[in-house]
């Protein structure tokens, strides 16, 4: 890790209190805790544009699981993506709905393809992938 660097930023004061406030709620000790966390999300963002990178993320998936061959055309999907996929987990969220979240690693190309046959395939009522970092690259 580097030495820290102090260095002065100018503000809209109205731009300062709003910012303030959103430390305050999300319980930052500090400015400089806060302006450090959306620098490294920039970064992270950064990150996924070079797909051919190893990345890391979540999917979130909700489906109706009595819903035709919809939870076996989940599983074949996932079956074919053993490389990628490293965590299944399952929940039954009532007597229809189900969620399932998985956990990705590899390449960016690979986990955005994957997720997006997930999302896509007839019957998934919501998808999200969450984009994270392996941490290599983030100080």
């Known amino acids: 890790m580097g030495k ?9 004061s109205e731009l300062l209190d709003k910012f303030d406030a959103l430390c305050e709620e999300k319980c930052y000790q500090t400015r400089s805790e806060a302006i450090r966390d959306l620098i490294r999300n920039t970064l992270v963002e950064e990150e996924w544009k070079d797909l051919n990178k190893e990345m890391v993320g979540t999917l979130t998936l909700v489906y109706d699981h009595h819903q035709s061959d919809l939870a076996q055309k989940i599983t074949e999907i996932q079956h074919n993506a053993l490389d990628v996929i490293t965590v299944s987990m399952h929940v039954h969220l009532d007597h229809h709905n189900c969620m399932e979240v998985l ?9 955005r393809q994957t997720s997006q046959r997930l999302i896509s395939t007839k019957g998934v009522k919501y998808g999200k992938l969450s984009l994270s970092t392996t941490g290599k690259e983030i100080i």
């Open 4 to 12: 820290t660097i102090r260095f002065g930023i100018s503000l809209d």
């Open 103 to 111: 956990i990705l690693r590899g390449e960016g190309e690979h986990i």
